[in-house]
């Protein structure tokens, strides 16, 4: 997808053969045990608890959002390792020693600015290169009193370039990054020695038709489910039904929208029964603070799907910090059965306008993780 703010209009796709929808997953695929809603109420930290002593802490009202300050009492996260599929490598200062200048995918040297094709060095490159940094930052920023606190401050990121320097992915390097993040063999490419559990997706593939899930993306995600991970996926910002999108339409994925503060969809946010929860967003003038060494005084504050997703992905990696073994079907039922209601019941005045189960809710999700043995 073009990084860029969500107010940018869209270009119509080129008329082109229709491809069959495919329907969004279940709930459950597998059929896990129904998980009921955990009503959140406030937790009175232990004395041994300290909140974050960053400086953008204050400001980060999208955590309080998804009641993780409540969470991280719980706890504060584990070595898990998550792939972010997206611009590529920066040497974030928030990351030091747990980030992995990846695999760069990006096929075309016309649009790579490396001057080569597909390499060995994911390294960012353009205007868009801060676009991975601060989804990884999102998810992972050290608490170190300085900049921002992510999500889970202990995650290993494998930073995986299928975007060029348009901010635009072609359906073959979506495909073949997937596998690679995922530990999957690539031909001509050497196997990703740090295999995620979970593949943060801010993006949606370019150069195709918006009529449903490329079916060579969807392949790529049973491929990547079957090997254990979930794939969390922006839901894109065209202000439209996001099943025709790949990723955020197929199936096995757990598709993330954008909710404001107030926990209502922005006019930007794509919606739909594929989307599955909405977790923090912004709009514009009130979006995401994040640190970012691109960013004027070091950080940013944008608005988007893209820095919704890796919310879920980082209370993800918090359920798989204390349950390790979770499969990718408990992680999306952990995750969604456990959202907060959104206001008056839904996202939007129009029924149609879904943002599935409601607000991404850390606390309750963690809990539901720690209450069962499943995963352990």
Known sequence: MPIAPPSTPRPAPAPAPALPEIPPAPASPSAPPEIRPVAPAPVSPPPAF??????????????????LPEAWVLSRGGPVTVAVLDTGYVASPELTGRVVN?????????????????????????????????????????????GMAGI??????????????????????????????????????????HPAR?????????????????????AAIDAVTAKGALVVAGAANDGANSAGYSP?????????????????????????????LGAPGGEVGHGIPASSLSGPGGERSPNGTSFAAPHATGVASLLLGVRPKLSPALLRTYLTGTATRFPG??????PERSCGAGTLNAEAALRTALGSSLGK
């Open 50 to 67: 300290r909140l974050p002593t960053d400086p953008l802490f204050p400001r980060q009202w999208d955590l309080r959002a998804i009641r």
């Open 102 to 146: 990846g695999y760069d995918f990006v096929s075309d040297p016309r649009r790579s600015g490396d001057g080569t094709g597909r390499d060995a060095d994911a390294s960012g490159v353009g205007e868009y290169a801060y676009h991975a940094e601060v989804v990884a930052n999102l998810i992972a920023a050290a608490h170190d009193g300085r």
């Open 152 to 193: 889970n401050p202990q995650a290993r990121v494998v930073q995986v370039r299928v975007a060029g320097t348009d901010g635009q992915i072609d359906v073959p390097d979506l495909v073949d990054g997937m596998k690679w993040a995922a530990g999957l063999p690539v031909s001509g490419a050497p196997l990703n020695p």
């Open 198 to 218: 979970l593949l943060n997706l801010s993006l949606f593939a370019d150069f195709i038709p918006l009529t449903g899930c490329d079916r060579r993306v969807q």
């Open 248 to 276: 955020a339409g197929c199936r096995n994925v757990l598709t993330v929208t954008s909710v404001t503060e107030q926990g209502t969809r922005p006019g930007y946010a794509n919606w739909g029964a594929s989307v599955a």
């Open 345 to 350: 019941g839904q996202c939007d005045p129009l």
